[in-house]
């Protein structure tokens, strides 16, 4: 399906993103690069970003879906300790700079979907 919000691609179902909990990552291609993307779930909502911190270009997670500090409050950079908002990607603390890079989402009759953008596309096989 393609929109305003570029081409729609099954994610993960609802339930597979429990608030504040373990994130579901995926690939994507970004400007030409093959990269890892996550989404996780905050306030009752889906929220998704490339797995790429803005200090240093390194994955945010310290085992694999695991994106949010101790206090479930933040999502953090396990290589540097730089701290992001949930909703927003904004950086809040330690070494980053400036926000994570959003990725779309949508959610319908119990399914999360991500969609492309003009630099943001599927990987390619």
Known sequence: MADEAGERIFLCASG???EGGTGVAFEVLYRGEKLRAFAVRWHGQAHAYLNRCTHVQTELDYREGHFFDAARELLVCATHGAVFE???GCCVGGPGRGPLVKVSLSEEDGKVYWHTA????PPTT
């Open 16 to 18: 597979d993103l429990a």
């Open 118 to 121: 003009a630099q943001l596309h």
């Open 86 to 88: 949930p909703d927003t």
